[in-house]
Every structure is written in structure tokens, then in C-alpha cells.
């Protein structure tokens, strides 16, 4: 299984960005999947996930309203669409599938990719 994220880039703070998880080898419509970002100096956080049933996607509360994450079956991809971005979403960013346990638990997900990196300057 493997994961590519990609999209990241510089962006100036309230731009968009919008991050692409292309899957193979596992599909996103039968294996649920996350988005993390991790920050400098700090631990992996939880940005949102998406089940492989089709429900609504599921959001850390600082990114609800911001953040939108949909998936193209067709294309075997998920993405992360990110407005008003702020400084502090700065980070590499993280995609991860095949959950088993909590959506928003690091630990949960059985395969990472590499990420791609976020700066959001001020």
C-alpha cells in the first residue's frame, strides 16, 4: 500500500490550498482514512478523516468550517481543501489509511505517507 500526498506550498495567510492523497494498492472506498499535520516541535495532530462508507467527514474542532475534505472514487484520491488558511496550520501535512480504532488516533491507521509540507506566512 502506498500513499502520495501532495499540493502543499507557500501560501500567504486567508489563501487556499487544497492537498490530494492518491492511494494504491488500498482504495479509499473500502478502507477508511485521516488527514494529520504535524508542526514543528510538535506531536502528530488529527486534521479530519473520512470513513470508506461515505459519511460525513469528520474534522478536528480548529479546522471545522475551514477545512473540507471529499473523495474521488474514480481517481482512487481524497483531498484536503484548506481556506483561510492562518499561520498556525503551517505543518506537514499527512495522509493515512486503514483505521482500526479511533479516526482521530494517530496510532489507528495501519499506512502513512510521506506528506507535504504546509507553510502559511503571516
Known amino acids: 500500500v502506498q500513499l502520495q500526498a501532495s499540493g502543499g506550498g507557500l501560501v500567504q495567510a486567508g489563501d487556499s490550498l487544497r492537498l490530494s492523497c492518491a492511494a494504491s494498492g488500498r482504495t479509499f472506498s473500502t478502507a477508511s482514512m485521516g488527514w494529520f499535520r504535524q508542526a514543528p516541535g510538535k506531536e502528530r495532530e488529527f486534521v479530519g478523516g473520512?470513513?470508506?462508507?461515505?459519511?460525513?467527514?469528520e474534522y478536528a474542532d480548529s479546522m471545522k468550517g475551514r477545512f473540507t475534505i471529499s473523495r474521488d472514487n474514480a481517481k482512487n484520491t481524497v483531498y484536503l481543501q484548506m481556506n483561510s488558511l492562518k499561520p498556525e496550520d503551517t505543518g506537514v501535512y499527512y495522509c493515512?489509511?486503514?483505521?482500526?480504532?479511533?479516526?482521530?488516533?494517530?496510532?489507528?491507521?495501519?499506512?502513512w505517507g510521506q506528506g507535504t509540507e504546509v507553510t502559511v506566512s503571516s
Open positions: 473520512l470513513r470508506w462508507n461515505g459519511a460525513s467527514p
Open positions: 493515512a489509511i486503514e483505521l482500526r480504532g479511533r479516526i482521530d488516533a494517530a496510532g489507528s491507521y495501519r499506512y
